[in-house]
C-alpha cells in the first residue's frame, strides 16, 4: 500500500519502532500542515491509506469528494469531529480508530510542568541568567493554595494528586452528576461555578472538547477569578470563548496564564496574540508529544493499516464503507 502520513511536526514517527513494521509498504510522511483544501487534496491522491495525526488535519466532505484513492483513514488519538464520517461512509472510505486511549499521564505531567515554571518564573529566570543576572524574582509556593480542576475525568484526577501531595486544597467543577465522585476522592465542590471561578489560585482545565463544551468558559467567567490567579489550559483552546483569554489577561483577571492550545493549530512565525502578552507561557501542544504516547497513538493506526492491507479491517468505526468496496 502507499500510506501517507499528515502532520508529524516533530519528524517523530521515522523514528518510532512501531515505523519498522510498513517496511512492505511505500511511506509518505508530511512535517507541516495544509490548510488548503485543494492542496491537501493532491498531497493525498495517489496513496491508499491516510494517517492523521491527532485533529491536525481536517477531514471535511469538501476534500473526501474529490479523493480519488484514499481507502482507509487511520486517525490516532480519540477527538474525530474533524472527521466527515458520512461522506466517508459514502464514498467508500473506511475510517479505523483504536477504542482507548492512554492514561493522559503525559497531559498531566505537563500540566504541572506548566504550573511550576509560571509559579516559580522559570523561563524569565532562565533567560535573566544567561543575560548575567542572578535571581531576579521571587516565585510563588504551592502549600495552602487552591487548584480548582475543571473536569475529574482521567487527567484531572492525575492533576489533583499532585496537588494534594503539595498540601494544596482541591476544588472541582464538573456536572451536578460528578459531586457524589468529587466528595468521594476527598475533594471539595463549591457551591456554585461562580464561587468556584472566584477561589482558585490556580484552574488548570481537563474538559473533553466537543460541541457541547465549545465556549464552556466565557469572559465573565474569567473576569471572576483573582488578580493573583493562573489559569492552565492543556485541553482544547476551544473550551474557552474566543478572544475572552486574551483580553482577561490584558485586563488583569486572571494575573496570568500557561497555555498549550490554540484555536488554530499550528501557529507559524509567532503569530498569535497570546505569544505578545508577558503574564502568559505558551507551549506548542506538548501535552501528549513524548515517544511512548506516539509509539501507542502511530502503532494503533498502523494496526489499522496491516489489517486492512491484509484483508483483515481492524478498529473500523464506519463498517459499511467496506461494502462499497
Given at each position: 500500500?502507499?500510506?501517507?502520513?499528515?502532520?508529524?511536526?516533530?519528524?517523530?514517527?521515522?523514528?518510532?519502532?512501531?515505523?519498522?513494521?510498513?517496511?512492505?509498504?511505500?511511506?509518505?510522511?508530511?512535517?507541516?500542515?495544509?490548510?488548503?483544501?485543494?492542496?491537501?487534496v493532491?498531497?493525498?491522491?495517489?496513496?491508499?491509506?491516510?494517517?492523521?495525526?491527532?485533529?491536525?488535519?481536517a477531514?471535511?466532505?469538501?476534500?473526501?469528494?474529490?479523493?480519488?484513492?484514499?481507502?482507509?483513514?487511520?486517525?490516532?488519538g480519540?477527538?474525530?469531529?474533524?472527521?466527515?464520517?458520512?461522506?466517508?461512509?459514502?464514498?467508500?472510505?473506511?475510517?479505523?480508530?483504536?477504542?482507548r486511549?492512554?492514561?493522559?499521564?503525559?497531559?498531566?505531567?505537563?500540566?504541572?510542568?506548566?504550573?511550576?515554571?509560571?509559579?516559580?518564573?522559570?523561563?524569565?529566570?532562565?533567560?535573566?541568567?544567561?543575560?548575567?543576572?542572578?535571581?531576579?524574582?521571587?516565585?510563588?509556593?504551592?502549600?495552602?493554595?487552591?487548584?480548582?480542576?475543571?473536569?475529574?475525568?482521567?487527567?484531572?484526577?492525575?492533576?489533583?494528586?499532585?496537588?494534594?501531595?503539595f498540601?494544596?486544597?482541591?476544588?472541582?467543577?464538573?456536572?451536578?452528576?460528578?459531586?457524589?465522585?468529587?466528595?468521594?476522592?476527598?475533594?471539595?465542590?463549591?457551591?456554585?461555578?461562580?464561587?468556584?471561578?472566584?477561589?482558585?489560585?490556580?484552574?488548570?482545565?481537563?474538559?473533553?472538547?466537543?460541541?457541547?463544551?465549545?465556549?464552556?468558559?466565557?469572559?465573565?467567567?474569567?473576569?471572576?477569578?483573582?488578580?493573583s490567579?493562573?489559569?492552565?489550559?492543556?485541553?482544547?483552546?476551544?473550551?474557552i470563548?474566543?478572544?475572552?483569554?486574551?483580553?482577561?489577561?490584558?485586563?488583569?483577571?486572571?494575573?496570568?496564564?500557561?497555555?498549550?492550545?490554540?484555536?488554530?493549530?499550528?501557529?507559524?512565525?509567532?503569530?498569535?496574540?497570546?505569544?505578545?502578552?508577558?503574564?502568559?507561557?505558551?507551549t506548542?501542544?506538548?501535552?501528549?508529544?513524548?515517544?511512548?504516547?506516539?509509539?501507542y497513538?502511530?502503532?494503533?493506526?498502523?494496526?489499522?493499516?496491516?489489517?486492512?492491507?491484509?484483508?483483515?479491517?481492524?478498529?473500523?468505526?464506519?463498517?459499511?464503507?467496506?461494502?462499497?468496496?
Amino acid at each position: 500500500m502507499k500510506i501517507i502520513v499528515l502532520d508529524d511536526w516533530a519528524d517523530g514517527f521515522r523514528h518510532l519502532a512501531c515505523f519498522a513494521r510498513l517496511k512492505d509498504h511505500t511511506v509518505v510522511i508530511h512535517h507541516d500542515t495544509e490548510k488548503d483544501p485543494a492542496r491537501l487534496v493532491a498531497r493525498l491522491n495517489g496513496n491508499d491509506a491516510v494517517i492523521l495525526t491527532q485533529e491536525r488535519s481536517a477531514f471535511p466532505r469538501s476534500v473526501i469528494e474529490r479523493l480519488t484513492s484514499i481507502k482507509l483513514v487511520a486517525q490516532t488519538g480519540s477527538h474525530r469531529h474533524h472527521i466527515d464520517f458520512a461522506a466517508c461512509t459514502e464514498h467508500g472510505i473506511a475510517v479505523a480508530a483504536p477504542d482507548r486511549v492512554g492514561t493522559g499521564i503525559t497531559t498531566a505531567e505537563l500540566t504541572w510542568a506548566l504550573i511550576l515554571a509560571s509559579l516559580r518564573n522559570i523561563p524569565h529566570e532562565v533567560e535573566q541568567l544567561k543575560n548575567g543576572a542572578w535571581q531576579t524574582s521571587l516565585g510563588t509556593g504551592l502549600r495552602s493554595l487552591t487548584l480548582g480542576i475543571y473536569g475529574l475525568g482521567g487527567i484531572g484526577a492525575l492533576v489533583a494528586q499532585v496537588g494534594k501531595a503539595f498540601g494544596m486544597r482541591i476544588i472541582c467543577w464538573g456536572r451536578e452528576s460528578s459531586r457524589e465522585r468529587i466528595t468521594a476522592a476527598g475533594y471539595e465542590m463549591p457551591a456554585t461555578r461562580e464561587e468556584f471561578f472566584r477561589t482558585a489560585d490556580i484552574l488548570s482545565l481537563h474538559i473533553f472538547s466537543n460541541e457541547h463544551t465549545r465556549n464552556i468558559i466565557s469572559g465573565a467567567d474569567l473576569a471572576l477569578m483573582k488578580p493573583s490567579a493562573l489559569l492552565v489550559n492543556t485541553s482544547r483552546a476551544r473550551l474557552i470563548e474566543e478572544g475572552a483569554l486574551v483580553a482577561a489577561l490584558k485586563q488583569g483577571r486572571p494575573g496570568r496564564a500557561a497555555i498549550d492550545v490554540y484555536e488554530e493549530e499550528p501557529i507559524i512565525n509567532g503569530d498569535h496574540p497570546l505569544l505578545k502578552l508577558p503574564n502568559v507561557i505558551c507551549t506548542p501542544h506538548l501535552g501528549y508529544a513524548v515517544t511512548s504516547s506516539f509509539e501507542y497513538l502511530y502503532g494503533t493506526a498502523i494496526d489499522s493499516i496491516l489489517g486492512f492491507a491484509a484483508g483483515k479491517p481492524v478498529n473500523v468505526l464506519n463498517p459499511e464503507a467496506l461494502a462499497k468496496k
